[in-house]
């Protein structure tokens, strides 16, 4: 699986929009960009996922750039229940295997 | 909101002891997944099961470690001979073929 490079750690104020970078320059063409959380020692929670469009739910937007070599995670209205370990992995073809980096710890501040 | 279930939270154990961690997987999902992490470290993939076989191992799960789904609602890990470098947090997680891993809240494991 490609690697990615994350920002260790991001602050954002509540209400505002929290944008989180992640390059992954050496992804391949049938490699998924997953975003996970990780809120104070919790299991990982997923966020969203895309191949190459940009993808939007309930959670969050991603937008991933046309080259595929980086993508933005955006949280449209932090809230303090947002802080937490942010992770960006590009994923292979290994059914459910996830390999986790250090993450982005993001805190929000009243 | 249906959830992956893990018990116990905590699990003390004394070194060369056998532990097992039980797990209840969402319920119409087929594949499962033991995942673990060591306090300050990264989350590390452990195993990933489904079909009633294991479909692939980290370096991690060596023959100490066997997982198993004896019931068809229950997913177990079970550590043979525990070490103190087992100690970590132990997550739980499944997914159907979406694959989108829904993680339980873990077992902390403490070796003595």
């Known amino acids: 699986d490609a690697k990615t490079t994350q920002p260790p750690s991001m602050d954002c104020a509540e209400g505002r929009a929290a944008n989180l970078p992640c390059n992954h320059s050496t992804i391949s063409g049938n490699e998924y960009v997953y975003w996970y959380r990780q809120i104070h020692s919790q299991g990982p929670q997923y966020i969203i996922h895309?191949?190459?469009n940009n993808e939007t739910n309930e959670m969050a937007s991603l937008i991933i750039t046309e080259d595929r070599k980086s993508s933005t995670l955006i949280l449209p209205h932090a809230t303090l229940r947002d802080t937490a370990v942010y992770y960006c992995?590009?994923?292979?073809?290994?059914?459910?295997?996830?390999?986790f980096g250090q993450g982005t710890i993001l805190t929000v501040h009243p | 909101e249906p959830e992956v279930t893990q018990t116990p939270s905590h699990q003390v154990t004394q070194m060369g002891q056998e532990v097992i961690l039980r797990c209840v997987p969402i319920?119409?999902?087929?594949?499962f997944y033991w995942y673990r992490q060591i306090l300050g470290q990264k989350v590390e993939f452990l195993v990933s099961f489904y079909n009633n076989e294991i479909s692939e191992k980290s370096e991690i799960f060596d023959d100490q470690f066997s997982v198993e789904r004896p019931d068809g609602s229950n997913f177990t890990l079970k550590i043979r001979s525990t070490k103190l470098e087992d100690s970590a947090m132990y997550f739980c997680a499944s997914s159907d073929a979406s694959e989108k891993l829904f993680f339980g809240s873990g077992t902390q494991l403490s070796v003595l």
């Open positions: 992995i590009v994923k292979g073809a290994s059914y459910g295997k996830l390999t």
């Open positions: 895309g191949l190459k």
């Open positions: 319920s119409n999902h087929l594949y």
